[in-house]
């Protein structure tokens, strides 16, 4: 029962700091690029209120993917728009990348501390959990917020090379929040009915590319 309280506070902690930094580096972005709106706002704080989304902080928790309150961004204040529009939507998951490989790097030295000191060794296994989710977490709002889907970050990419009349913008403007809908209650039903796991095509994409690039920095660290 304790490993599993003490599992849980690790994850609800690991999701704070993740979608707290990932929008606070939307907001700086905007402001470098010319636009106060966030920080007008209040939003350019690490107070994970100002940030908190019940819906996306439950999904993070269940689902391994979610998200925070968006931080209000106005691309007319910018002084060059459409590069105002790339740097803002790839700021959030350049910073998940980032605490992703940090995460990982820690994780691999909490390993090797508790392997080499007995007396210490349930402290770092407890800190080696901690950043193994930190890791995940991150990983998993990378992959999903890089989708290019309405109202995602990789929207906003495509967004910042296209015109705003061009037709397959256009539809995933106006469809995408429903195709996301779609996708996490397909993964919903898959789990409930014990269906096959590649039915679940958002959890089995996000879970395939997270683990590839864990692998990845495991080697980039020395292991495996």
């Not at 007319?76 to 728009?81: E, G, M, S």
């Not at 995602?152 to 429903?178: I, K």
Request: hydrophobic share 55%; with cysteine.
């Amino acid at each position: 029962m304790a490993n599993g309280v003490t599992e849980f506070a690790f994850l609800a902690c690991a999701v704070i700091i993740s979608i707290v930094l990932h929008e606070i580096a939307h907001g700086y972005a905007a402001l470098w690029n010319g636009d106060p709106t966030a920080k007008i706002s209040g939003r350019l704080t690490i107070n994970p209120i100002k940030h908190f989304d019940l819906v996306g902080f439950l999904m993070l928790l269940v689902c391994g993917f979610g998200y925070a309150k968006p931080v209000p961004v106005n691309p007319y204040n910018f002084r060059h728009k459409k590069r105002g529009i790339f740097t803002v939507a790839i700021a959030g998951v350049t910073v998940n990348l980032l605490l992703a490989f940090i995460s990982s790097g820690l994780f691999v030295l909490m390993a090797v501390l508790q392997a080499k000191y007995q007396r210490g060794a349930a402290a770092f296994a407890g800190f080696r959990l901690f950043f193994s989710l930190l890791m995940r977490i991150n990983l998993s709002l990378f992959f999903f917020n890089l989708l290019p889907v309405y109202p995602l970050d990789g929207f906003r990419v495509l967004e910042s090379f296209t015109r705003y009349a061009n037709p397959v913008t256009r539809f995933l403007r106006d469809y995408g929040a429903y195709i996301l809908i779609a996708l996490v209650g397909l993964g919903i039903v898959v789990d409930i009915f014990n269906m096959p796991y590649y039915f679940d095509i958002l959890g089995t994409y996000i879970i395939y590319a997270r683990n590839g690039v864990i692998k990845l920095f495991l080697m980039i660290w020395g292991v495996g």
